[in-house]
């Protein structure tokens, strides 16, 4: 190597060291940044992660997979130019995680298996430390799964995890509490809506975290360990809580929230893309399980599953949707696994965005981005692309589905035969057991003892290994896919399908030979068939179960809307029954007031026609005696008495009882006391309200008929001029107001209180009714009309002198 060489990579050295030395320095400016990105970034609260009410209302998650982290700055990279040999490190890997927070600001970092290189960390503690040191320094919220190299250094899968949760600012949780589950890290977290919005109680985004395993701890199954059953029944029961949830009061939603699943190893359907139908690109084989757990048909029948995300195989990074699920792989991320030179290390992003009302109110989750992030000089953005959208009429809409053209889910032979030109790498299937080649093309025949080959598919014992036949040298047959049966060596099916297909005997001896191999195979086949066709026949009363309880699903809600319905109606009559009631009540009291003024007016008209039946008579009788005394009785009119049937009745100002003796003209109305119309109250009649011209003092006397018959006012009721028999009960009302019953008595309060609240006086006396008639015939009064009265009125200094007209004094009542 020349002195420029030398010199660029001396440079490059202590670039990487001041970058690793400078990450403490800038740690406090990187977290404030972080702290305001404020564009709809998501916040932090004690019960998990929440929208924030930015202005885009987003929320975004950074993946970055295959770190395989070791000792730091002393361990090297690979797949990276020569040239750049010398000064790559894990530092490349710290300083890549640095540059693509800073670009992204990301709500939360996942961290999604083989985060370290258990074979070459001296320290698992520390190495996970220094791999997860960029979150935990900038103090963002993350979470990790487990992959398949992460417990190969100094601690169990178990202890690696439970180290993890114990760092700073991580959300990853060991396993969910009372709960009999295998693996180490499955949890879940949820993503409430914006603050202050009618979704804020409720989680939006769903984010599922499961451990796919390491290695097959079954000794008939070689290869990568799978989801196992517990792990699928614990999601099951979650995303079947979280839907109920959302899709509940208060604000319940039509559609479940969209939920995102993350773990390490590949499911075996990543096999069912090829270049026409994903977003990406595909440089090697599908490292996944040998068997086929049925993890998919699970999340496809929860619902609200959209997408997967995993990482494994390094030079992978495409996205392809199968049965309404998109399958996504993150791409090489750390220095120290294994990639391509030339072809950069990568992260994956995904966005979700919340819908927004046109009153500006946020709303559940509307749609679901993605990219990645190159590690060059440029950090790149690439294969942006939309993996869900719930579109304007609330349905889900997507990219390309690929199940419309596929009979299955899997197809093996993209596992067992790698692409034309595609790298597997070495390093990689050496430590972990399960390299699988290309069958490899042979003139003559090859047995089992003089191959390299691992094969895993034929699964035929025989004392004398057939010959291998290359499918290549076939015309290809198209053929149709085989359907996952879950936990099954679905890779053996496809072997004995592949052999039917394409095995064409040479000669008569190779038929001899290969007849009792193609009629075990036709067997087999025959015995595959029938289990199928019951798994159909099983599959379909699920369908049928699950189509049925749909049915009495919208039954029973079409049958709560119109429950809702009617009991909205019921509420209505009882609120219009209330106003009927209320405007029932208030015609009675208005009732009881007119039947009150009716009772004082009929009780006045009583009193005027009393009266003026006594002035009738008065005047006959003055007629009378004039005729007999002749002409001295103009002489002595000022003298002479006049007698008239009258009687007096309250003062109509101050409501004095049997006090009213002064006449008000010109309405002549008897309706004040002497000690009133002395105050002034004779201005104006307080009867009719007519402006008074003068008044007239009457003075009553009282003449007791002997042989009249003489009658007690408790003798009748007050209101129905009942008589009450002496030994009946008598109801007093006010001390001198007799009734005969209670409800007789009853009816003159109501009467009362109506006229009191409507400012009319009324007083329930025998002297202001018609009652007072029957008491007249008892007293027998004379009008006594004198020309002195001016003498007797003036009589105390208090007193008013009562002038006629003329000036005269006015006859005076006695």
């Known amino acids: 190597m020349d002195s420029s060489s030398l010199l660029l990579s001396s440079l490059l050295l202590l670039i990487l060291a001041a970058a690793a030395a400078g990450v403490s320095v800038d740690s406090r400016e990187e977290r404030s940044a972080l702290q305001r990105r ?5 916040v932090v609260t004690p019960g998990g992660l929440r929208f924030s009410g930015g202005r885009r209302g987003e929320f975004k998650i950074l993946q970055v997979a295959d770190m395989h982290y070791a000792d730091g700055r002393s361990t090297g990279c690979l797949d990276v130019f020569p040239n750049q040999t010398a000064t790559c490190s894990d530092l490349n890997t710290t300083a890549f995680v640095y540059r693509v927070i800073r670009a992204e600001r990301p709500d939360l970092v996942v961290f999604t298996g083989d985060n370290i290189f258990g074979f070459d960390a001296t320290d698992a503690a520390k190495s996970l430390d220094m791999a997860f040191a960029p979150a935990v320094t900038l103090e963002l919220p993350w979470a990790a799964v487990l992959g398949n190299h992460d417990q190969e250094s100094t601690l169990s899968r178990e202890g690696v995890m439970r180290h993890i949760v114990r760092m700073r600012h991580t959300l990853s949780r060991l396993n969910p509490d009372g709960t009999d589950i295998d693996g180490f890290g499955n949890y879940n977290l949820e993503v409430y809506g914006s603050e202050g919005s009618s979704l804020a109680n409720k989680s939006v985004l769903n984010l599922y975290f499961l451990d796919s395993g390491d290695y097959s701890t079954v000794p008939s199954i070689p290869g990568y360990g799978w989801i196992k059953p517990s792990q699928q029944v614990w999601f099951e029961r979650t995303s079947s809580r979280l839907q109920k949830e959302y899709m509940s009061k208060p604000e319940a939603q039509k559609n479940a929230a969209p939920g995102l699943v993350y773990f390490h190893i590949p499911l075996p359907e990543y096999g069912s893309f090829d270049a026409s139908n994903f977003t990406g690109v595909r440089q090697e084989g599908i490292s996944s399980a040998s068997i086929n757990s049925g993890f998919f048909t699970t999340m496809v029948e929860a619902g ?56 500006g109110e946020w709303q559940g989750v509307k749609s679901i981005k993605t990219w990645k992030r190159l590690d060059d000089q440029d950090l790149s953005t690439i294969d942006s692309q939309v993996l ?44 972990e057991g399960t390299r699988v080649t290309e069958v490899p093309m042979a003139d003559g025949p090859t047995t089992a003892q003089n191959t390299d080959i691992s094969n895993l598919f034929f699964l035929q014992s025989n004392s004398v290994s057939p010959p291998y036949i290359s499918l290549a040298q076939f015309p290809s047959k198209p053929t149709t896919p085989l359907v996952s049966t879950g936990l099954q060596l679905a890779f053996g099916a496809q072997q004995k399908q592949c052999t039917m297909n394409h095995v064409r005997p040479s000669s008569p001896a190779l038929f001899e030979e290969l007849t009792p191999h193609l009629t075990q195979c036709q067997d087999e086949i025959d015995g595959y068939l029938s289990e199928q066709g019951e798994l159909l026949q099983r599959t379909l009363a699920g369908k049928w179960r699950s189509h049925c309880r749909s049915l009495v699903s919208a039954a029973a809600a079409a049958a709560r809307r119109r429950i809702r319905a009617k009991e909205a109606e019921v509420e209505q009559a009882l609120r219009h029954r209330v106003e009927l009631e209320e405007r029932l009540a208030r015609l009675k009291v208005e009732s009881l007031a007119w039947r009150g003024k009716a009772a004082a007016a009929q009780s006045h008209a009583a009193v005027l026609h009393a009266q003026l039946q006594q002035a009738v008579e008065a005047a006959a009788v003055a007629r009378e005696r004039e005729g007999e005394s002749g002409g001295t009785a103009a002489a002595d009119d000022a003298g002479s008495a006049t007698c008239v049937d009258m009687a007096p009745g309250s003062c109509r100002a101050c409501r004095r009882r049997n006090a009213a003796t002064v006449l008000v003209l010109p309405c002549r109305h008897l309706c004040l006391c002497v000690d009133c119309a002395a105050a002034g109250a004779a201005a104006s009649c307080p009867a009719c309200g007519r402006v ?15 042989e009249a018959p003489r009658h007690h006012f408790h003798d009748a009721c007050f209101l129905c001029k009942k008589p009450i028999a002496g030994n009946k009960d008598i109801f007093m009302y006010r001390g001198d107001t007799p009734f005969c019953s209670r409800e007789c008595r009853w009816e003159q309060m109501d009467m009362d209180e109506a006229l009191e609240k409507d400012g009319v006086a009324y007083s329930a006396s025998p002297a202001s009714s018609s009652t007072q008639q029957a008491f007249s015939a008892k007293r027998k009064p004379s009008l006594i009309m004198a020309s002195n009265c001016a003498r007797r009125t003036a009589s105390g200094p208090t007193q008013r002198s009562f002038l006629s007209a003329d000036g005269q004094a006015p006859p005076c009542f006695s």
């Open 388 to 431: 869900w959208s719930k579109g304007n009429n609330g349905e889900e809409t997507t990219g390309i589905d690929l199940s419309q053209g596929l009979q299955g889910f899997l197809d093996p032979s993209a596992i067992v035969f790698t692409e034309a030109g595609g790298a597997v790498n070495p390093r990689k299937r050496a430590r």
């Open 38 to 42: 404020g564009e709809g970034g998501a």
């Open 692 to 706: 008074s011209t003068r008044i007239v003092h009457v003075f009553f006397s009282v003449v007791v008929d002997e």
């Open 304 to 359: 609200d599953v959209k997408a997967v995300f995993t990482g494994h195989d390094h030079l992978n990074d495409f996205c392809g949707k199968l049965t309404g699920i998109q399958l996504c792989y993150a791409g090489g991320f750390g220095y120290h696994a294994y990639g391509k030179a030339g072809w950069s290390r990568r992260a994956r992003v995904v966005s979700a965005y919340l819908e927004k009302t046109v009153d």
